[in-house]
């Protein structure tokens, strides 16, 4: 089965850290970028370089963002092989995520072989989810 692992942090958090931490936390997540279960990661720039997409009465609007109740932002997102959530859980352990992570399982049983790929055949539901979620 292949999970998406969505990696959450405050802005700036990295910046802050020690360089010692730092340079652990990076050692972490390259690890994980490295296990051969890991079909395919990446880190995402800042949340102030996002742009937000929504569609609302037929107009396309797009805004700077995104906008999220939350302090923590995604910052980094891995697809990963593993044969249950338990594995998958284990994976995410040994990342050791500074903020919170949530492994979410794909639908349907098509293999996905990377990001591009998750896009191209869930842009639709995205879209929706953020029009269906806009407050305007």
């Not at 996002?50 to 963002?65: K, Y």
């Amino acid at each position: 089965m292949q999970y998406a692992l969505l990696i959450y942090a405050e802005p700036g958090y990295v910046d802050a850290l020690p360089a010692a931490e730092r340079e652990a936390m990076v050692a972490d997540y390259s690890a994980l970028a490295d296990d051969p279960r890991t079909i395919t990661s990446a880190q995402l720039h800042p949340v102030e370089t996002a742009t937000c997409v929504r569609v609302v009465g037929g107009r396309t609007l797009m805004t700077d963002g995104p906008f999220a109740d939350t302090k923590e932002v995604l910052a980094a997102s891995a697809v990963i092989e593993a044969a249950n959530l338990d594995e998958a859980i284990e994976i995410a352990a040994h990342a050791r995520p500074r903020g919170s992570a949530a492994w979410w399982r794909f639908a349907g049983g098509a293999a996905l072989s990377s990001l591009e790929d998750v896009f191209r055949d869930e842009w639709g539901r995205v879209l929706a989810t953020l029009a269906g979620s806009s407050r305007l």
